[in-house]
């Protein structure tokens, strides 16, 4: 029989409770350490570990540490149907040394677990590993810097606000507008003309829309434009050679630099007879 003390128990946890319900319902002697609650339960070995501390504080379980006739330590566990009151007269068991082995052997008497270590505690989430001894300490990370929200284009909101201009059923409310905006300015930053985005998402709706704003939602992004091509290098435009004076004839001609013309012999030079 399981009391109302225990199941109506305001200091425990609804685990603990299941626990203990189900450790008073065994035989003398079976196993109720770790490893056999944990292949009992669907709950994980953190939550039964948990769920022990918790009986154990509150006088429903107590874990001692034995020593057999072998010399082998051993710590065994004890449940009790009452909040665990000392008897009159008795000794009181003796404080464990350290903290109970959270790996108890299937061999021990009500889940006794045998004297092995029980390795590295589990790390909370969140909270670093440490670093065993004699290893360098690695170097703090450096905090993500959150991305920064690139500017709105500042068409974006009054193009979305005067869709109701082309479908009055595209009447948007003040949180839609918000959560659209990035979408449209994605559009005019990519050289789309307003007039052109607004009858695009206006055109050829269906008849019955549960929410016009999702429609916008995903017309915006399926049918997003792709960016405009970088215009070419523009090409060089080759100018004519200026207008120069000739030396000997005193004509016009294009070249460089000054001179004569090619109808002038060079200087020094006698002309053909």
Known sequence: MVGNHLLQHRGLSATAIGVAGYIQSLPEGAPIGIRALVARFPEGEMRISAALREL?????????????????????????????????????PPPP???PDPEPGPADPRGAAEGADPGPAP????????????????????????????????????LLAGLRLHDPRLLLSERDVQRLA??????????????????????????????????LAYRLKALLP?????????????RPDPFQTCDGCDRAFRAPHPGRCRDCPPPGSRAAA
């Open 97 to 99: 040394a350290r903290e």
């Open 226 to 238: 792709p960016r405009l091509p970088a215009p070419p290098a523009p090409t060089p435009v080759s």
């Open 182 to 215: 990035p979408d449209v300015s994605a559009w005019l930053d990519r050289g789309a003309d307003p007039a052109a985005v607004g009858l695009t998402l206006s055109a050829n709706l269906p008849e019955r829309m549960r929410s016009p704003a999702s429609v």
């Open 123 to 158: 790390v909370p989430a969140g909270e670093p590993a440490p670093v065993p001894a004699g290893e360098p300490a690695p170097p703090p990370q450096a905090p993500v810097s959150e991305a920064v929200p690139r500017p709105l284009h500042p068409g974006a909101a009054g």
């Open 56 to 92: 154990e504080r509150h006088g429903y379980l107590e874990r001692r540490r034995e020593r057999l006739d072998t010399g082998r330590v051993v710590t065994r566990t004890y449940s009790y149907n009452q909040p665990n009151h000392p008897t009159p007269g008795a000794p009181p």
